[in-house]
């Protein structure tokens, strides 16, 4: 301990082997148990379904309506796409 009470941090540990990773089950995503796949990975269209769905549900439970909020996911979509069209205001 130093002076003011804490440690010092010293030794530094030094960072993991591969060796190590491999026996520990450690990944570089974090820890996967044993006879796990690989990951799967999420298309750029995946990520979008996911998104328009987790809004939709979040209107949904706030107490709008189906109808209201497929309305306003849809003024979303227009007000995007609006945005992308325009000219940059000089």
């Known amino acids: 301990m130093t002076e003011d009470r804490t440690t010092g941090g010293w030794p530094r540990r030094p960072p993991a082997t591969p060796a190590h990773r491999a026996r520990s089950g450690a990944t570089q995503g974090g820890y996967r148990p044993p ?3 690989p990951r799967a990975v999420l298309t750029a269209q995946d990520v979008r379904r996911l998104t328009l769905f987790k809004w939709r549900y979040s209107l949904e439970s ?3 309506s189906s ?3 497929a309305h306003l996911l849809f003024l979303k979509w227009l007000y995007a796409r ?3 069209a325009r ?3 000089r």
Do not use: C, I, L
């Open 35 to 37: 006879g796990a796949g």
């Open 62 to 64: 706030a107490g709008f």
């Open 67 to 69: 109808r209201q909020a």
């Open 82 to 84: 609006r945005g992308s």
């Open 87 to 89: 000219e940059p205001v």
